[in-house]
């Protein structure tokens, strides 16, 4: 029973695609990220939804573009790929309170782009 | 500055070694920190959260020096399992509350036999 689970794992596609990743939690969680983890393995939150609401954007591109239907779903839509795109992108989920809960991680989605 | 600085490493120690990794945090306001472990590609897991009065889970002891502005973990009696890289993570204070965590680029451990 996968805690944290995101589709798919691994993704090539060309410069210039649109691209979707799916992330799902069944833990009962109410704040969900997206974090990327570039070729030197430095760890860095996109976004965050609490509840389906954007709590935390980042400096990210507007080519990327989150949506949380519900507070267990949270998909990553990116438009016009671009070779710097190329990294491991983690869902994640927590329950959200000021106390630092664990947050889980998915098992990621390798994105390469050529 | 880094919000979050670690050594990369790597660590080489021997089976049995005791080793000991730094954190340092530039924003004093924050308020919780944690040692997370990452597996080569695997996603990143919670090994221990820090307070303040240091705390031990096995043979792991990890420390947080608040005016010194670093974190510390220690790993007794190296085991080859233990290899992997060590994210330091900090939550920084905002005005609401949020979960947003800092990761540290992690410090990767290899133990030899």
């Known amino acids: 029973d996968t805690a944290v689970s995101q589709t798919p794992k691994y993704l090539v596609t060309q410069m210039g695609n649109d691209k979707s990743i799916k992330c799902e939690q069944n833990l009962g969680h109410d704040t969900m990220y997206w974090y990327k983890q570039d070729s030197k393995k430095f760890l860095k939150i996109m976004f965050s939804?609490?509840?389906?609401?954007?709590?935390i954007n980042e400096t990210v591109p507007n080519r990327f573009s989150p949506k949380s239907p519900d507070k267990a779903h949270l998909n990553l839509h990116i438009n016009s790929l671009e070779l710097g795109d190329s990294a491991v992108y983690f869902c994640a989920s927590s329950l959200f309170d000021s106390s630092g809960n664990t947050i889980y991680f998915g098992e990621g989605s390798w994105l390469t782009v050529v | 500055r880094k919000e979050v600085e670690q050594d990369p490493g790597p660590f080489n120690v021997p089976e049995g070694a005791t080793v000991a990794f730094n954190c340092t945090y530039s924003n004093s306001a924050s308020q919780s920190f944690f040692w997370y472990r990452q597996d080569c590609r695997k996603e990143p897991k919670l090994l221990m959260s820090?307070?303040?009065s240091g705390n031990e889970d096995g043979r792991f002891t990890a420390q947080l020096n608040r005016a010194s502005q670093y974190i510390s973990l220690l790993i007794r009696d190296s085991k080859l399992s233990d290899s992997a890289t060590y994210l330091c993570v900090v939550k920084p204070r905002h005005g609401g509350a949020t979960n947003k965590l800092i990761f540290g680029t992690g410090t990767l451990l290899a133990v030899q036999p």
């Open positions: 939804y609490n509840n389906k609401e954007l709590i």
């Open positions: 820090v307070y303040s």
